[in-house]
């Protein structure tokens, strides 16, 4: 099963500017992450942000979380070629629940 | 950080066959693990729940018989696809939960792809 929705689908910016990806979800959570898959490879954990948290920052990674509209984001500031990956979020309703995949949104920085 | 393995990384095999993919956590144990399948340009779907030392619980429209899951150790987790067909061609992922360190985070494999001819 699949929770939510990624908006957008694809998106493509130029090297240096700012990317913003949104993930909406459907049930209460306790907790949203985001992942980074590069083409044909495995997932890489970027950031887990808690159903009690608002914002939390990682290097030049920001999430935040709306529990009210169900709804997360993460930008990507100072984008580079090499973030050029598919970015999914990743909910779970409770601590150690299984974790359901959003549909992901595909990021291309051009050089 | 923790390690997760998967055996093999890709997979060529006949339509009938059955096939075992290997899930290993590599340096902390794990009672639960999870398999996820993924299609070309498709997000990951999650196939079922892997319990240590008991039956694994499969999503909704996954065959448990034609999947077949078997979490022997705290440390290891296989998925065998049994008669292969080409519908079943997919990029494979497993995760695991440490337990000892009592968090949330999941760590993923790096995928098995498998191709049925």
């Known amino acids: 099963s699949q929770q939510g929705e990624e908006d957008p689908q694809a998106l493509s910016i130029q090297e240096g500017e700012n990317a913003t990806m949104n993930c909406s979800y459907k049930?209460?959570?306790?907790?949203l992450q985001w992942y980074r898959q590069n083409s044909g490879r495995g997932l890489v954990h970027l950031i887990l942000?808690?159903?009690?948290?608002r914002e939390k920052h990682s290097g030049r990674l920001r999430v935040t979380l709306d529990t009210s509209k169900k709804s997360s984001s993460l930008l990507i500031t100072a984008s580079r070629a090499a973030d050029t990956a598919s970015y999914f979020c990743?909910?779970?309703?409770?601590?150690?629940?299984?974790?359901?995949f959003g549909p992901g949104t595909s990021l291309s920085v051009i050089p | 950080g923790a390690v997760v393995s998967q055996h093999p990384s890709w997979v060529i095999c006949k339509s009938g066959t059955s096939v075992k993919i290997e899930c290993r956590s590599l340096?902390?144990?794990?009672?639960?693990m999870f398999w996820y399948r993924q299609f070309p340009k498709q997000s990951l779907m999650l196939m079922a729940t892997?319990?240590?030392?008991?039956?694994?619980?499969?999503e909704q429209g996954v065959e448990k018989d034609k999947f077949l899951i078997n979490h022997a150790s705290l440390t290891l987790s296989t998925l065998t696809v049994t008669s292969a067909h080409p519908e079943d061609s997919s990029f494979y992922i497993c995760s695991a939960r440490e337990v000892a360190r009592n968090t949330e985070t999941q760590y993923f494999g790096p995928g098995t792809r498998l191709l049925v001819l």
């Open positions: 892997s319990n240590e030392g008991s039956k694994a619980t499969y």
């Open positions: 340096d902390f144990q794990a009672t639960t």
């Open positions: 049930t209460s959570i306790n907790n």
């Open positions: 990743a909910t779970s309703k409770t601590s150690y629940d299984k974790v359901i």
């Open positions: 942000i808690r159903s009690n948290e």
